[in-house]
């Protein structure tokens, strides 16, 4: 079945570390995106990528790292520059650039910074 | 001011209750999608809609894009409806980026 995987589920990090958060999905879908959700908050936007080798800063980008090197792949790094990264993460992906197209999401990875 | 408002912000309903959520957005959009995020995190696309009406089992989507507005309509309502349930849009300016509202956590009481 097609469908966007995130891992890891858990992640804990201690303070000075980066990570990297896997998404992948096998939707054939152009645009990427990667959210933060907080308790509380909207999802707030990271960075966004429509095509491969093409990614925009989203409203919160700082800290963070992408790269989209294949179609199906967008891995997010949380740097040590991330001040507060312990949050909830949310990798999506969309049928069709810029259009109204189906909007799908992963289970999510929840990093915790120790 | 958000540029997507959901009310309620929690909403709590006995079984079988008809419960309607809302949203209205300030901006002029080409897509308006409904999501629902149960504990643990997923979220599940439940309708797109760009005009009109749409049905899916249980769960009536509207939108009326003059007066920037849609509901979310859950009939005969259930506790394994209990869930956060997101409005996102996506805005005609040319970005590609949704804009969602904060979230109605709906609890179903059996």
């Known amino acids: 079945d097609g469908g966007i995987t995130q891992s890891p589920k858990y992640l804990f990090r201690k303070e000075g570390q980066n990570v990297t958060l896997s998404c992948e999905q096998n939707l054939n879908h152009d645009a990427m995106y990667w959210y933060r959700q907080d308790p509380g908050q909207g999802l707030r936007l990271i960075y966004y990528?429509?095509?491969?080798?093409?990614?925009q800063k989203g409203d919160i980008a700082e800290g963070y790292s992408v790269s989209r090197e294949k179609k199906e792949s967008f891995p997010l790094t949380v740097t040590s520059a991330q001040k507060n990264p312990t949050a909830f993460y949310l990798c999506a992906s969309s049928s069709r650039t810029g259009y109204a197209g189906e909007l799908f999401f992963g289970e999510g990875s929840r990093l915790t910074v120790l | 001011k958000n540029e997507v408002e959901q009310s309620p912000q929690n909403l709590t309903a006995q079984e079988g209750e008809f419960i309607t959520i809302n949203c209205s957005y300030s901006v002029g959009i080409s897509a308006l999608h409904w999501l629902q995020q149960h504990p643990g995190g997923g979220i599940v696309s439940l309708f797109m809609?760009?005009?009109g009406k749409k049905k899916h089992g249980r769960l009536i989507a509207t939108i009326n894009i003059q007066e920037k507005h849609s509901s979310l309509h859950i009939t005969a309502s259930h506790p394994r409806d209990s869930a956060v349930y997101i409005c996102?849009?996506?805005?005609?300016?040319?970005?590609?980026?949704?804009?969602f509202g904060t979230g109605t956590r709906l609890k179903v009481l059996a």
């Open positions: 809609l760009s005009s």
């Open positions: 996102a849009v996506l805005p005609t300016s040319g970005t590609y980026k949704y804009i």
């Open positions: 990528s429509q095509i491969v080798n093409d990614f």
